[in-house]
Nanobody
């Protein structure tokens, strides 16, 4: 079992920044690929970003490339999502997820992740 707890969400103006954190417990964090997804009201949960267990390889959804940066600190069992140049379209609940496959390449499909956090709300005002 892996427990994931997100934090760092909130209300920010267009153009602002936020950093989300996701603290993991219950399994060796350095063995987990980690991802961020988001879900806006009335929409499906979409891929935002992922990082492999080594922390070397990352991937991003097209809508956030160049604005968001994923990173991890295996010593703190935490994955981060630095979000900059935020837009109203980024408003959503952001979820952290863990993939136990140990794939070298981070994955982007929801069904490839085994554990999920409860989510943190990010609201970007215009």
């Amino acid at each position: 079992q892996v427990q994931l707890v997100e934090s760092g969400g909130g209300l920010v103006q267009t153009g602002g920044s936020l950093r989300l954190s996701c603290a993991a417990s219950g399994r060796t964090f350095s063995s987990l690929n980690m991802g961020w997804f988001r879900q806006a009201p009335g929409k499906e949960r979409e891929f935002v970003s992922a990082i492999n267990w080594v922390g070397i390889t990352t991937s991003y959804g097209d809508s956030v490339k160049g604005r968001f940066t994923i990173s991890r600190d295996n010593g703190k069992s935490t994955v981060y999502l630095q979000m900059t140049s935020l837009k109203p379209g980024d408003t959503a609940v952001y979820y952290c997820a863990a993939d136990t496959s140990a794939s070298y390449l981070p994955r982007s499909r929801r069904d490839e992740y085994d554990y999920w956090g409860q989510g943190t709300q990010v609201t970007v005002s215009s």
